[in-house]
């Protein structure tokens, strides 16, 4: 039952956010869309935001769906763009609101999982520090989230397949060369830039 309301006051959320800016929604706008008391709101969610966090979690495992591998990873990533543009007014509403960290946290979530499965996945057979996994994962969630960020900013005009493609080409061979680069079985270089 826990989940279903949940997914109600979800639902009312993504609804009323077609409606008006994320600003102007209140607990009780959207537990009138749905039929509910505002008790039943703050027994699931602490606040809007925290139902915007779950909204955003419960649509990142949708499009991710086991797309986490060396060999997915750029499928994962499209269908995060995917998902972006399916959930557009919504995306759109959020990011221009005053909370678009919201959006930039949720795109961090995603990419970070996606990632850090990547990395662990080409770093199975060699010794490097799980710091330095995460390190590495970060490091090019950064670049990925400035990218959908950017797409974002500038309208979603441009091809999700394009972007991918051209992802894919600067960062292959990337990730396992800067794990050999951590690797703490093998003196390190001292080499500069």
């Known amino acids: 039952m826990s989940k ?10 993504r609804k009323l956010l077609l409606e008006k800016p994320f600003d102007k929604i209140t607990v009780t706008d959207i537990t ?4 509910l008391n505002r008790m039943t709101f703050y027994y699931h969610f602490q606040d ?4 915007l966090e779950w909204t955003c979690q419960e649509l990142a495992h949708k499009y991710l769906q ?14 995060i763009f995917y998902g972006v543009l399916e959930n557009k007014d919504f995306v759109l509403n959020v990011y221009h ?12 979530r995603l990419v970070n999982d996606l990632l850090l499965n990547v990395v662990e996945e ?19 969630q950064f670049a990925f989230v400035g990218t959908m960020l950017d797409w974002i900013g500038h309208g979603m005009k441009e091809k999700p397949e394009y972007i991918v ?23 390190p270089s001292n080499k500069a830039f």
Not at 66 to 79: A, F, I, R
Not at 97 to 108: F, P, Q
């Open 165 to 187: 493609e051209r992802t894919s080409t600067l960062i292959h061979g990337s990730i396992t060369k800067a794990l050999e680069a951590f690797r703490t079985d093998r003196i």
């Open 48 to 51: 809007i935001y925290d139902l």
């Open 4 to 13: 279903i309301t949940k997914n109600a006051l979800s639902a009312s959320l």
């Open 97 to 108: 609101s005053v909370r678009r960290e919201n959006i930039e946290n949720y795109l961090k």
């Open 122 to 140: 080409r770093s199975k057979d060699m010794t490097v520090r799980e710091k330095d996994q995460l390190f590495i994962a970060q490091f090019y």
């Open 66 to 79: 086991n797309k986490n591998t060396y060999d997915t990873w750029q499928e994962g990533y499209l269908n």
């Open 32 to 35: 009138a869309d749905c039929g």
